[in-house]
C-alpha cells in the first residue's frame, strides 16, 4: 500500500511512477490490479489472489528512508530480517530505490561516475541511440533462457545492451546464463544506467557470490544444491532417485536455478530478489530445497505428478509444478528461512570442497592425455610466477636460513630458490597469478599480535610462514580472513572457527611436505572435528583442531606449540612439539 486508498481511475497516474517503459504495459496492469481497492467497495479488485489484504487495514511495512539509514550504519543484519518479512506488493515503488540501493553495497569500483555506462556503451556500439537491428548476444549468454520476464520489444533490445556492454567490461565471464534474467528482473524497477550499476555490483562482489561467471562455478553451484538437498530434503531425494537412478537425478539437479528464475510466478521471484540482492546466492539456494519438498509432498498426494506421469522428465515436472506453485510468496520465504543448519559456513565449506574436488579431477584427466614427464618438470612455475618468486625472495628474511650452516652464499640462493618453488607448486593456481606482499614480519612491527591484526587481518588469502630459534620452518596457507575471528553467526555469537578447505599447512625445512584438508579426498562427512580450519582471539592464534592444534601461537608470538590434528592429519611440524619464534612472516596477493 501507499498510504491512501487509490480508485481504479487512478491506476495509470500511480503505474508511471513504479512501472519501467521497458515493461508491456497490459503485463504491467495484471500485476499492479491486486493493489488497487474500488473507492466505493471494500472488495479488492484483483483476479488474482497472491496478496490479500483486510478491509480499511494496511500492512505496516517498512520505509525505503529507514532501510537506508540501517544499511549506513553497518546493521546488515537487520536489513536482512527486514527484507525477509516485509512483503511489499510487486508494484511497490520502493524497489525502484531499494534494489540500486542494495546492490551498490557490494560495488567494489566506488569511483564510477555518472555517465560511466553511457561511454561503455558509445565504446561498444559508437552510438548511445538503440538500434532496431538484432545484437547479437555474448557467448557466456545461454540463449535459451533469456526469459523477457513481458519486457517489451524495447525493453529486451535494452537487456541486450546491457549484457553485451557488462560481457566488454568484465571479459573474465565466460559462462552465465543467469545473468540475462536478472537484468530483465532489474528493468521492471529502474532504468537502463541503473540496471547495469545493479549488475556490475553482483558481479563485483567479493564477499558473497551472487552470479556464477564460469562453468567451473557453475557445476560447482548445481553440485552444491544437490549436495546440501542430499542432508536437509532426505525424503525428497531419495524418492526422486528411486524414479531416476544414476545421472537423471544429476541431471535435475543441473537446471535447478530454473525451477526459480523460470518457473515461479513473477510475483514470488521479485520477492526472493528483495533478499536475494542482500544475502547473495544462499537465498536461491533455500527456495530450491523448499521446491523440492513441496513437489515430493504433491507428487504423494496429487495424481497429476505421480511416478509414471514425471519419471522420463522430472526436470520439466518440476518447473510446470513451480509455475503453479501452492504457496504465497511470504510462505515460500517463511519455509526457506526457517530451514535449520544452512550457515553460509556450511555452504562455503561443501562449495569449495566441490569446487576442489572439480579441479583436482580435471588436472588428473588432463595429465592422462600427455606424455609422462621427468618429476624434476613437475610443478614448474609459470613465468608470471616466477617474477613473483623473485619479488618474494628479496623480502624473505626466512631465507638467510634455508642452506646449510658453512654452505656458500650461490648454495644459500639456490636452496631458497627450490624451498619458493616448491611453496608455490602448492598454493592454488589462481593464487600464483598475483604479485606476493610482505604485510607482516616479527623483525621489522615487532612482536605483538595487536598489529599482527591491525596490518593483516583484511587480506585473503594469507601465507604464514615461521622460522623456529631451532631453525624448523614451517607455515599454513589460510584461505580466510582473520577479521572473520570477528563475525557473528545467526544467533549474535561468534565462530570459534573459520576458514575453508582450501586452507592448508606446509613444512619446508627440515622436512618438505604438504598437508592439505582431509576433506578434499572424497564426499565422505568427516565430522566437525575435520573442518577447524583458523581461530582467533585477542590473546594466541590457532589453525587446525581436533585431538590437537597444528599450530598455536600466543599473545606475543613468541612461543608456539604444533601437534597432528583431525582437520589436516598431520604430524606434528617440528619434533619436539614446542618451539620458540625467530621469524613470522605473513605474505598476501596484490589483486587477490
Not at 157 to 171: E, H, M, T
Not at 276 to 291: D, Q, S
Not at 475 to 490: I, L, M
Not at 544 to 554: N, P, S, T
Request: hydrophobic share 35%.
Amino acid at each position: 500500500m501507499v498510504g491512501k486508498v487509490l480508485g481504479i481511475r487512478d491506476l495509470e497516474q500511480f503505474s508511471s511512477r513504479r512501472s519501467s517503459v521497458y515493461v508491456d504495459p497490459e503485463c504491467d496492469k495484471f500485476f499492479e490490479l491486486p493493489l488497487f481497492i474500488a473507492a466505493s467497495s471494500n472488495d479488492v479488485t484483483t483476479k488474482c489472489q497472491c496478496f490479500q489484504f483486510s478491509p480499511g487495514k494496511e500492512p505496516a511495512l517498512r520505509s525505503f528512508t529507514e532501510i537506508q539509514q540501517l544499511l549506513q550504519q553497518g546493521k546488515k543484519r537487520d536489513v536482512k530480517n527486514i527484507l525477509r518479512e516485509n512483503s511489499w506488493p510487486i508494484n511497490s515503488p520502493i524497489r525502484s530505490q531499494l534494489w540500486p540501493l542494495l546492490c551498490g553495497q557490494h560495488l567494489t569500483k566506488q569511483h564510477m561516475l555518472d555517465g560511466f555506462y553511457w561511454e561503455m556503451v558509445h565504446q561498444v556500439f559508437g552510438t548511445t541511440e538503440l538500434s532496431e537491428k538484432p545484437i547479437m548476444l555474448p557467448a557466456f549468454v545461454d540463449a535459451i533462457h533469456c526469459l523477457p520476464y513481458h519486457l517489451t520489444s524495447t525493453g529486451r533490445a535494452v537487456a541486450d545492451r546491457i549484457v553485451n556492454v557488462l560481457g566488454y567490461d568484465c571479459p573474465d565471464i565466460t559462462y552465465s546464463p543467469v545473468l540475462y534474467p536478472i537484468t530483465s528482473i532489474l528493468l521492471h524497477f529502474m532504468s537502463e544506467e541503473e540496471a547495469y550499476i545493479c549488475l556490475a555490483g553482483l558481479v563485483a562482489s567479493k564477499e558473497k557470490v551472487f552470479i556464477n561467471q564460469t562453468k567451473l562455478q557453475h557445476e560447482v553451484t548445481w553440485k552444491t544444491v544437490m549436495q546440501i538437498a542430499k542432508k536437509h530434503t532426505k525424503s525428497a531425494v531419495s524418492y526422486f532417485q528411486r524414479i531416476c537412478p544414476g545421472q537423471k537425478l544429476e541431471r535435475v539437479f543441473m537446471d535447478w536455478c530454473w525451477w526459480i528464475l523460470a518457473g515461479l510466478p513473477f510475483q514470488h521471484l521479485v520477492r526472493i530478489m528483495d533478499c536475494f540482492f542482500h544475502e547473495g546466492i544462499k537465498v536461491l539456494y533455500r527456495v530450491a530445497l523448499v521446491i523440492l519438498n513441496l513437489f515430493h509432498k504433491e507428487c504423494q498426494s496429487n495424481n497429476e505428478w505421480s511416478p509414471d506421469n514425471i519419471k522420463n522428465d522430472i526436470g520439466n515436472a518440476l518447473i510446470k509444478f513451480c509455475k503453479k506453485i501452492p504457496v504465497s510468496p511470504a510462505k515460500l520465504l517463511h519455509a526457506a528461512f526457517s530451514i535449520r543448519g544452512l550457515s553460509t559456513q556450511y555452504i562455503s565449506r561443501i562449495s569449495i570442497k566441490t569446487e576442489m574436488l572439480l579441479k583436482s579431477r580435471s588436472v588428473l584427466n588432463s595429465s592422462s592425455k600427455q606424455l609422462i614427464k621427468s618429476r624434476s618438470s613437475d610443478n614448474l612455475p609459470t613465468s608470471q610466477s616466477q617474477v613473483n618468486i623473485q619479488m618474494m625472495s628479496h623480502t624473505l628474511t626466512i631465507r638467510e636460513h634455508f642452506g646449510l650452516p658453512g654452505t656458500t652464499n650461490f648454495i644459500k640462493t639456490w636452496t631458497d630458490r627450490q624451498f619458493l618453488f616448491t611453496l608455490w607448486s602448492w598454493l592454488p593456481v589462481r593464487i600464483t597469478m598475483y604479485q606476493p606482499k610482505l604485510l607482516y614480519t616479527t623483525e621489522e612491527h615487532g612482536c605483538s599480535l595487536t598489529t599482527f591484526y591491525v596490518r593483516v587481518e583484511q587480506h585473503e588469502p594469507t601465507l604464514l610462514m615461521i622460522k623456529t630459534c631451532n631453525n624448523e620452518v614451517f607455515g599454513a596457507y589460510c584461505s580466510s580472513r582473520w577479521f572473520e575471528r570477528n563475525v557473528k553467526d545467526d544467533k549474535g555469537q561468534r565462530q570459534a572457527y573459520f576458514g575453508t578447505g582450501e586452507t592448508f599447512l606446509f613444512s619446508l625445512y627440515p622436512e618438505r611436505a604438504k598437508y592439505p584438508w582431509v576433506g578434499i579426498e572424497g564426499d565422505k562427512d568427516l565430522g566437525h572435528s575435520s573442518e577447524l580450519f583458523m581461530a582467533a582471539d585477542s590473546k594466541m592464534i590457532t589453525i587446525g583442531g581436533g585431538e590437537g592444534q597444528a599450530i598455536w601461537m600466543d599473545e606475543n608470538i613468541r612461543f608456539g606449540k604444533t601437534d597432528g590434528c583431525k582437520t589436516f592429519n598431520n604430524p606434528p611440524l617440528c619434533p619436539s612439539g614446542d618451539f620458540e619464534i625467530r621469524v613470522l612472516e605473513v605474505y598476501g596477493f596484490v589483486g587477490s
